[in-house]
């Protein structure tokens, strides 16, 4: 039972356009919801996240968009640069961060 | 800071040999966990640790030991290694209360034969 889906596993954008990663959840209990990145043969490293009393959160370039009602958290990224290219992951988590719940993640690709 | 450091960084084990993977910390975070990612597969939680002599069971617990003894450091034992558990472990790391991000290792590549 997958509590955590990201239905789209890649995703291509050119440079300088928007990207918009998509996550649903099933889990009512999740309180944080988090976005990690990652690069092949590193670990995962936090991009962004946002509390579930909120429905937005933005930094720089990157805003995380929060739907409670349909369970739904998507991930903007604009402008998109080529140093994006990378596997984003959405994480719920319940304990403010700690017991994390990642989806299976989406594969961005920006081209040039 | 050196952040979470983890070793090995590859290590190849024949079914039923044991091991250990080391993680160590040095942000003083009294919160650590160990997570594994397989192919086409997100990350999940196998063990956790909210302070030194406290460890608690993830997701996907079974064929792994883990201990904490002082607050740097956390171990995950495989006491005999099967080849399901060929995949990549990630330790990470965060203060207790929250809301926090967690700051993970670079991760260790384990195939068992």
């Known amino acids: 039972d997958q509590q955590v889906k990201q239905n789209s596993p890649s995703l291509s954008v050119q440079e300088g356009r928007i990207s918009i990663l998509n996550c649903d959840y099933t889990?009512?209990?999740?309180?944080?919801f988090l976005w990690y990145k990652k690069y092949p043969a590193e670990g995962p490293t936090f991009l962004i996240s946002i509390s579930s009393i909120k429905d937005k959160n933005e930094d720089g370039r990157f805003t995380v968009f929060l739907n409670k009602s349909a369970k739904h958290l998507s991930l903007h990224i604009v402008p998109s640069q080529p140093g994006d290219s990378a596997v984003y992951f959405c994480?719920?988590?319940?304990?403010?961060?700690?017991?994390?719940?990642f989806g299976t993640g989406t594969q961005l690709k920006v081209e040039l | 800071n050196a952040g979470v450091t983890q070793t090995p960084k590859f290590q190849v084990l024949k079914t039923g040999q044991s091991m250990t993977l080391q993680c160590a910390q040095d942000m003083n975070h009294e919160y650590m966990s160990w997570y594994r990612q397989d192919p086409g597969m997100g990350l999940r939680l196998i063990h956790y640790s909210v302070g030194a002599g406290i460890t608690d069971q993830g997701e996907v617990p079974n064929g792994y030991n883990v201990s904490r003894s002082t607050t740097e450091d956390f171990p995950l034992r495989l006491l005999s290694a099967a080849p399901s558990q060929t995949s990549v472990y990630f330790c990470?790391?965060?203060?207790?209360?929250?809301?926090?991000?967690?700051?993970f290792g670079p991760g260790t590549r384990l195939t068992v034969l």
């Open positions: 994480t719920p988590s319940t304990g403010g961060g700690n017991k994390l719940t």
């Open positions: 990470a790391s965060t203060y207790k209360d929250g809301p926090n991000e967690q700051f």
């Open positions: 889990n009512s209990m999740f309180d944080y």
